[in-house]
C-alpha cells in the first residue's frame, strides 16, 4: 500500500486578484466600460489579520503547502510598473515566505500566463507573443522565484486559454498551435532556468492532442474535477458529460506526469441555480484518484476554493469552510 503520509496537501490562496481582469489605457478604466471584470486592486493584503488567520488554519489542520497566487500582489523589482497600490515588496514577500515556513506551510508561487488569465500583467497583456513579453515572462518569473526564496515549485498557470473564454472582453486574444507551444515552452524554460520546477494547470491536455508527448515530464501537472454535482464520479459520457475530466488523471498519469489533482468548494452558476453546494467534490476526487491512479507519480492534492477579495471574515469563510473540507477529504480517504 502506498504512504501517503509524506504527499503534498496544497491549498489555493489568492494574495493578488487580476487575472480575470482586463487592463486597458487609463482613460478608459472605468465601470462602464469594463464592468465587473475591473479588479485594479489585490485585496487579502488589505486585511492581514484575516490571511494570517487562514494560513494559521492551514498548519492546525495538517496543510504543508499553500499556492499563492501572486499576479499583482508582488512589486516586482524588474518591473515596478506591474504593481498596485498595497502590492508587497520583495522583502515583506521574503519575510512571510519564512513565516508559513516557520509553521509548516511550504510557499509556493503561481503566477499565470494564460491569456485569458494575465489581467496582472497590464498593458503587457496586450503584447503577447513579442520580444518586449517575453522579456516581462522571463524577469517576474525570476522575480518571484527570488521573492519566494527559490522555492522548489512555482506555478505558470496556462490555464483555459481559448477565445470563448474571452468574447465578452473589450480585447482579447488566444495562442495556439505551434505559438501556443512556443510560448508554453518558453515560460517552463525561464522557470527552470531560474531554479524551480515548473507546475500548470493540465485542463489544456483534453484539448492538445499532443500534449503527453510535447510537454516536457520535468512539468507537475494538475488536473482538475468540479463538477460532481452532476454525475458524481460516473466514467460514462452517456450519464457525465464531464466525464473527460476524470479521464484526465488516468491519461496524465498512464503518460508518466507527476500530479498534485486538484478538487474544490467553490459553488459555480450551475450549483447555484440547482441550489446544491460543492462541500462533496474534494472527497470525490481523492476518492477517485486513490482508486484509479495511486501510483508514486501522484505528488498529492490540492483544494481550489477560488475565494478571491477577501477582506472580511464572512467573504474569507470559502477559504476556511474549504480547509475543513480537504481535511475531512484526506482523513476519510487515507
Known amino acids: 500500500m502506498k504512504d ?18 482586463e487592463w486597458l489605457p487609463e482613460e478608459l ?37 499553500a499556492v499563492i497566487d501572486v499576479g499583482e500582489a508582488l512589486a516586482y523589482p524588474s518591473h515596478p510598473e506591474l504593481a498596485v497600490k498595497g502590492s508587497w515588496s520583495p522583502e515583506k514577500m521574503r519575510a512571510e515566505v519564512a513565516r ?17 488569465h494575465d489581467g496582472w500583467l497590464k498593458d503587457y497583456h496586450r503584447m503577447l507573443s513579442t520580444p518586449e513579453y517575453y ?12 521573492a519566494f526564496d527559490h522555492p522548489r515549485f512555482i506555478h505558470l498557470g496556462f490555464d483555459e486559454e481559448r477565445a470563448e473564454w474571452m468574447r465578452d472582453n473589450n480585447y482579447y486574444v488566444a495562442r495556439q498551435g505551434e505559438l501556443w507551444w512556443h510560448d508554453f515552452l518558453y515560460t517552463v524554460g525561464c522557470a527552470e532556468k531560474w531554479g524551480s520546477r515548473p507546475w500548470v494547470w493540465a485542463d489544456c491536455g483534453p484539448h492538445k492532442p499532443e500534449y503527453a508527448k510535447r510537454c516536457p515530464k520535468s512539468v507537475l501537472q494538475t488536473a482538475w474535477y468540479y463538477d460532481a454535482y452532476n454525475a458524481k464520479l460516473s466514467m460514462d459520457p452517456k450519464v457525465n458529460p464531464h466525464y473527460w475530466k476524470l479521464q484526465n488523471f488516468i491519461d496524465l498519469d498512464r503518460a508518466g506526469f507527476d500530479q498534485v489533482p486538484c478538487g474544490t468548494n467553490w459553488i459555480g452558476f450551475k450549483r447555484r441555480a440547482m441550489k446544491v453546494d ?22 498529492g492534492f490540492m483544494m481550489a ?24 477529504a484526506l482523513a476519510q480517504n487515507s
Request: hydrophobic residues 40%; aromatic residues 6%; neutral net charge.
Open 135 to 146: 522579456r516581462v515572462v522571463s524577469d517576474t518569473i525570476r522575480d518571484a522565484i527570488e
Open 100 to 116: 508559513l515556513k516557520a509553521i509548516g506551510i511550504e510557499a509556493i508561487p503561481k503566477l499565470n500566463f494564460s491569456a485569458t
Open 305 to 328: 476554493p477560488w475565494a478571491t477579495r477577501c477582506t472580511t471574515d464572512e467573504k474569507n469563510e470559502k477559504n476556511m469552510r474549504g480547509i475543513d473540507i480537504f481535511a475531512d
Open 4 to 21: 501517503h503520509s509524506k504527499e503534498i496537501k496544497s491549498f489555493l490562496l489568492h494574495l493578488g486578484n487580476n487575472m480575470w481582469c
Open 278 to 299: 460543492a462541500d462533496e467534490v474534494m472527497g470525490l476526487v481523492v476518492k477517485f484518484v486513490r482508486e484509479h491512479a495511486d501510483s508514486d507519480r501522484m505528488l
Open 29 to 65: 478604466m472605468t465601470e462602464a466600460v469594463i464592468g465587473t471584470k475591473r479588479m485594479p486592486d489585490f485585496t487579502l493584503s488589505e486585511n492581514e489579520a484575516i490571511w494570517r488567520k487562514t494560513t494559521a488554519k492551514l498548519a492546525e489542520k495538517g496543510m504543508n503547502m
